[in-house]
């Protein structure tokens, strides 16, 4: 199971960006797929997480508003539109799987802790600088 991010990029405070979450050798529409972020010398942060269905959304507090996560299973695809972006949104983003047992994998737990999704590729960054 793996997970292929891209979309990342420099860009302005204020500025926008969308990244994409593939998959490589499996169908995403079984599972609920997180976007996590982190900064230089942070642990890694759940940001958003989606359903299986897509359905249900999951936000942190800090981006609710600004970000807006959605899938598109046809094409094996779950995408992250970034806005109003500001500098602590810097970092290396991350998509991944949802391994937790309590909820079922297609559904989002109501905390986003890294430990609990798999499949994590190597991440895409992104920097808010002006």
């Known amino acids: 199971l793996q997970l292929v991010e891209s979309g990342g990029g420099l860009v302005q405070p204020g500025g926008s960006l969308r990244l994409s979450c593939q998959a490589s050798?499996?169908?995403?529409?079984?599972?609920?797929i997180g976007w996590f972020r982190q900064a230089p010398g942070k642990e890694r942060a759940g940001v958003s997480c989606i359903s299986s269905s897509g359905d249900v959304t999951n936000d942190a507090d800090s981006v609710k508003g600004r970000f807006n996560i959605s899938r598109d299973n046809a094409k094996n695809t779950v995408y992250l539109q970034l806005s109003e972006l500001k500098p602590e949104d810097t970092g290396v983003y991350y998509c991944?799987?949802?391994?937790?047992?309590?909820?079922?994998?297609?559904?989002?737990?109501?905390?986003?802790?890294?430990?609990?999704?798999?499949?994590w590729g190597q991440g895409t960054q992104v920097t808010v600088s002006s």
């Open positions: 991944a799987a949802s391994a937790n047992i309590d909820v079922g994998w297609s559904n989002c737990p109501r905390s986003l802790v890294f430990t609990e999704f798999v499949g």
């Open positions: 050798g499996f169908s995403l529409d079984l599972y609920a």
